[in-house]
């Protein structure tokens, strides 16, 4: 059973920092490509990054403040979130797709909610 569970969420101010984790278990990680998509009220979920074996990717909203990473040995991967703004406010959802040309993310965890005061 694929299981994956974010933590690390809270209410912070703007400027600050936060560092989601997401625990992975029931699959072979290192073989999987993971991201982080997030949801604010009303809207739709949209990416904001992926790590590969290939590379890493970011949505233009978080690059320069944002870092993905991931642990192999542990199966863990993390959103280290710096300079958070108040648009930044969303529920954060761990996704993990089979590493291919075009990675599928068929696996999410429950989310956790950031939320970003001004």
């Known amino acids: 059973q694929v299981q994956l569970v974010e933590s690390g969420g809270g209410l912070v101010q703007a400027g600050g920092s936060l560092r989601l984790s997401c625990a992975v278990s029931g699959l072979p990680f290192s073989f999987y490509a993971m991201a982080w998509f997030r949801q604010a009220p009303g809207n739709q979920r949209v990416f904001v990054a992926s790590t590969r074996r290939s590379n890493i990717r970011y949505a233009d909203s978080v690059k320069g403040r944002f870092t993905i990473s991931r642990d192999n040995a542990k199966n863990m991967v993390y959103l280290q979130m710096n300079s958070l703004k108040p648009e930044d406010t969303a529920v954060y959802y761990c996704?993990?797709?089979?590493?291919?040309?075009?990675?599928?993310?068929?696996?999410w965890g429950q989310g956790t909610q950031v939320t970003v005061s001004s």
């Open positions: 996704a993990a797709g089979l590493d291919t040309l075009i990675p599928k993310y068929d696996s």
